[in-house]
């Protein structure tokens, strides 16, 4: 049976670049983006897009059943920064939007769900160095008490109705191609911008504020790889800990001067602080390496190197 493929959030940062990769594996036409607002230009041009608000129940299955979709990619959430602003419509948004889509699977339309976590389910009691994909998880913040809740339903809908549900808890993912959707671990897009544009940044953390990130491609392959693997490997139904590469503002501030000798950082803290502070510092994903076979490819240097050459290339505005 040819997959049919439904993304939605194809408007942000993962989006962009995972319609791309999925339309290059799949076809073009059976790889639907989806959005409230319209997605990248290579997005739109490149196959299928349909707009749509993943809070209306009904589009959605609308949308699911005209198309044939056989897997569903769920991106749109209210992350982090952004979910502390806006209290009721993070809530409302990161949970109806999951429980509309895990709906979709128990009722038999699809086949197949992606469901991303975050680093944020974790909070200030967690163990911050290596943390084990099993600890202690006490969010703080809207953002991590949903996707708490979120992994939760997964295992539980996974159990009770068998529905194949695949999870990652996302460190800070680093792009070229899309912009931040305002997570806390956004400084680590927009210190690249700004250093090629102004050669200085003021960045929202402090210089030693360590925190788990992952370059794109990387993030983009584990998600893929995640999905393709047979059902029997999957172990872990409720996320899978994802580690990427750690480091500090100060750290990747240093490797950008290797490419750009006269860039300056400086610091200001604003309340994003406090969450980083409540994350880990590095993440211990064995349990990722032993049941699906995954491995990192871009650590610091590398990815500093590749982001500085495409950005360079392609002019991304601020």
């Not at 959430?77 to 429980?99: D, F, T, V």
């Not at 009691?125 to 996707?147: A, C, D, F, L, R």
Request: aromatic share 10%; glycine share 6%.
């Amino acid at each position: 049976m040819q997959e049919r493929i439904l993304i939605i959030g194809s408007s942000g940062q993962i989006g962009t670049e995972l319609v791309i990769a999925l339309r290059q594996i799949y076809g073009d036409e059976n790889v639907i983006a989806s959005d409230i607002r319209s997605s990248s230009e290579e997005v739109m041009s490149s196959g299928p897009f349909v707009e749509m608000d993943i809070m209306n129940e009904k589009l959605l299955r609308k949308v699911v059943k005209n198309y044939k979709i056989t897997q569903v990619y769920l991106l749109a959430a209210l992350l982090s920064a952004k979910a502390e602003k806006n209290i009721a419509m993070g809530w409302q948004l990161n949970m109806r939007s999951h429980s509309h889509v895990l709906d979709l699977a128990k009722d038999g339309l699809i086949k197949k769900i992606f469901w991303p976590s975050s680093i944020a389910v974790f909070g200030p009691t967690t163990q911050k160095e290596n943390t084990p994909q099993h600890s202690i998880m006490e969010p703080n913040t809207v953002y991590g008490i949903t996707k708490l809740a979120g992994e939760r339903w997964n295992e539980y809908y996974f159990n009770k109705f068998g529905v194949d549900v695949r999870s990652l808890r996302y460190p800070g993912l680093i792009g070229w191609k899309g912009t931040p959707g305002g997570g806390t671990t956004d400084y680590a897009v927009d210190i690249f911008h700004h250093a090629i544009k102004n050669k200085k940044y003021e960045c929202f953390l402090s210089e030693n504020s360590r925190l788990p990130m992952m370059y794109m491609t990387d993030a983009i392959r584990a998600t893929i790889q995640l999905m393709e693997a047979p059902s029997k490997k999957v172990k872990i139904r409720s996320s899978y800990n994802l580690a990427g590469v750690s480091f500090t503002p100060k750290e990747i501030s240093k490797e950008i001067s290797k490419h750009i000798p006269n860039f300056e950082i400086s610091y200001n803290s604003d309340f994003r602080q406090k969450i980083a502070d409540s994350w880990p510092h590095s993440i211990n994903d064995e349990q990722a390496k032993n049941d699906w076979g995954w491995v990192l490819e871009y650590d610091l240097e590398k990815m500093t190197n590749d982001m500085i050459i495409n950005l360079k290339k392609c002019n991304v505005p601020i």
